[in-house]
């Protein structure tokens, strides 16, 4: 498993959420869930932090080399 599965299930998570398609969502978060089970410890733990909170959003820009904003977390 590598960031780039989780890249794509990412993505198609945002686009299917922007299209309100619940079969997709539902399929896309299936993805997003056994990438980061595969993932585990040897994820970044920023990106481990975005994943468990659900800011897939973050989690993506993280992902592909952007700073995510501060969110009420602080972090």
């Given at each position: 498993m590598n960031y780039d599965e989780l890249r794509k299930a990412l993505?198609?998570?945002?686009?299917a959420a922007e299209t309100k398609d619940a079969g997709k969502i539902v399929a896309a978060l299936a993805?997003?869930?056994?990438c980061q089970?595969?993932?585990g410890n040897k994820a970044h733990p920023?990106?481990?932090h975005f994943l468990e909170n659900?800011?897939?959003?973050k989690a993506l820009e993280f992902?592909?080399?952007?700073?995510?904003a501060a969110g009420s977390c602080g972090k």
């Open positions: 993505t198609e998570f945002m686009a993805r997003i869930t056994d089970r595969a993932l920023q990106l481990r659900r800011s897939y959003r992902i592909e080399g952007e700073t995510p």
